[in-house]
């Protein structure tokens, strides 16, 4: 392991790589109290005679952040949460938990306080929506004028020959946060010094893209303290990865050999899997896992299929100022589900986009056209515990796509000191703490 560069002042490369992520970490708070500001203090008049209902599917970053959004933008509203579980375990931080860094529970939450804020919570399963009403697993249905559909992904479990959804307990994904969580977390303290990690991410779109790169580093880190003759084989569907070299400097510089990564053409994809034996197939021979970690290609949530949200990409087309399907009137889509433009998926863009989708259907609710909302994206990851990485973007909607601003996206720069470093892996804390606060607190 090479020794991390001593402390020296910031380069202005690094120094402009904070300002605009912290920049975006206030216009986020301002953009929350602007808003309260405008509108919290007007009671809106009740439409029709009576209290619109608006039901929200699905209380993850998105849809939690919109529930409290819509009753802190409108408190007359009648918002109802339909949530499966009793509790939310966030992805984000779960890599932490991979590495023993943190336990479990610290991304653990409850959705006691949202009844607090006026939010109806029901647990139960949404089945169907459409026509003015949820319909849930158990028969019964919650109305609505509008109704905001934010239940995240599903998996093809298909795709791959020799492996099913049956097959998620010997085979985590990890990919949605909780139980999967520790059963990948179970099987590292498990396998033998020596023996090898193999993890498969899957092809783009998918949830969070820096994200199975996060996982390597960190679970290196975990191996190096406990296990240091592990590997890490990385069998890549794609050619290349997000902020990659700051990726591959890092796990050089950290972990020496431990990591391999493959790309596609390279001999990383994979042909089947042998569970019995857990032996992956590629082109170029089999290779044994002790511990794999196949992440399946991915769709909006079951929800969104079963009401014809979706088209045949697997996501929910949108209008992007009001987030409003563009096949079923009166139903809006947002976070990982969505078909959002090249926005990100990932929890600070769904977040950003319940946000944006609360205050169009505020309006839209009183037929005023709907506002121009600020939609940004900040992507932290880290390499080791102390040592963080980001990308930042802000983006434009025109109604049919959202893009990219020109010269509004920003990354990490390739050469930082250990203190900036450590400063972006405080921030990826930071943020973690401000919007788990804003969804539950
Ligand atoms: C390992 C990992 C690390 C990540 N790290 C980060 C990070 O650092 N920063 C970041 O911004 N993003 C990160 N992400 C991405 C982030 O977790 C997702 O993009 C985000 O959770 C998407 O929010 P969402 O509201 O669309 O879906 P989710 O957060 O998945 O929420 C969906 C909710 O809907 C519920 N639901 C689904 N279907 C139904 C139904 N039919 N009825 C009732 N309820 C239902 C689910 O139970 C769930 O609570 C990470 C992802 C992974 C896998």
């Not at 992904?153 to 307990?169: C, E, H, Q, V, W």
């Not at 390597?216 to 084989?233: F, M, R, S, V």
Request: hydrophobic content about 40%; proline content about 6%.
């Amino acid at each position: 392991m090479k020794a991390i560069p001593k402390k020296r002042a910031a380069s202005r490369e690094e120094k402009q790589h904070n300002q605009v992520v912290n920049a975006h970490h206030s216009s986020r708070r301002a953009f929350c109290s602007g808003l309260l500001a405008a509108t919290g203090a007007i009671a809106f008049p009740a439409i029709g005679g009576y209290n619109a209902k608006v039901t929200v599917i699905g209380g993850g970053f998105g849809g939690a952040i919109a529930a409290k959004q819509l009753k802190i933008l409108n408190p007359n509203l009648a918002v109802t949460l339909i949530e499966q579980h009793k509790a939310y375990y966030t992805c984000p931080l779960s890599n932490l938990v991979l590495a023993g860094v943190v336990p479990v529970k610290t991304i653990c939450h409850k959705y006691t306080t949202l009844s607090q804020h006026g939010v109806r919570v029901v647990h139960g399963r949404a089945q169907k929506t459409g026509n003015g009403s949820v319909i849930l697993t158990d028969g019964s249905q919650v109305p609505y004028d509008r109704v905001l559909v934010a239940p995240g992904i599903d998996f093809y479990n298909n795709r791959l020959p020799g492996y099913s959804a049956k097959d998620t307990a010997r085979i985590p994904h990890a990919w949605r946060a909780g139980e999967q969580t520790t059963i990948l977390r179970r099987q590292l303290e498990a396998m033998p010094d020596g023996g090898v990690v193999i993890i498969m991410p899957p092809p783009p779109p998918y949830r969070c893209p820096p994200a199975p790169y996060e996982r390597t580093g960190l679970i290196a880190h975990y191996l190096q303290l406990h296990k240091p003759a592990c590997k890490i084989l990385i069998l890549d569907s794609k050619e290349g990865f997000s902020q990659q070299t700051l990726f591959t400097d890092g796990w050089e510089n950290f972990y020496g050999d431990m990591i391999e990564w493959r790309s596609a053409e390279a001999g990383g994809l994979v042909e089947a899997i042998d569970i019995n034996r857990m032996m992956v197939k590629t082109e170029f021979g089999e290779e044994r896992g002790d511990v794999i970690n196949y992440i399946p290609p991915q769709h909006a949530g079951e929800i969104a299929i079963n009401s014809g949200l979706t088209d045949d990409s697997g996501w929910c087309p949108i209008n992007t100022l009001t987030f409003e399907s563009t096949q079923i009137a009166g139903v809006h889509v947002i976070g990982d589900a969505a078909h959002a433009g090249r926005m990100t998926k990932s929890g600070y863009s769904a977040s950003a986009q319940g946000k944006a989708a609360a205050a169009a259907i505020v309006n839209l609710l009183q037929n005023n056209a709907p506002p121009t909302s600020n939609l940004d994206n900040i992507c932290h990851s880290l390499v080791t515990p102390d040592y963080g990485i980001s990308v930042t973007s802000a983006y434009r909607a025109d109604g049919q796509t959202i893009v990219p601003i020109d010269k509004a996206t920003s990354m990490s720069p390739r050469k930082a000191s250990a203190e900036i470093r450590h400063q972006e892996a405080r921030q990826a804390r930071a943020w973690y703490d401000s919007i788990t606060a804003e969804m539950f607190g």
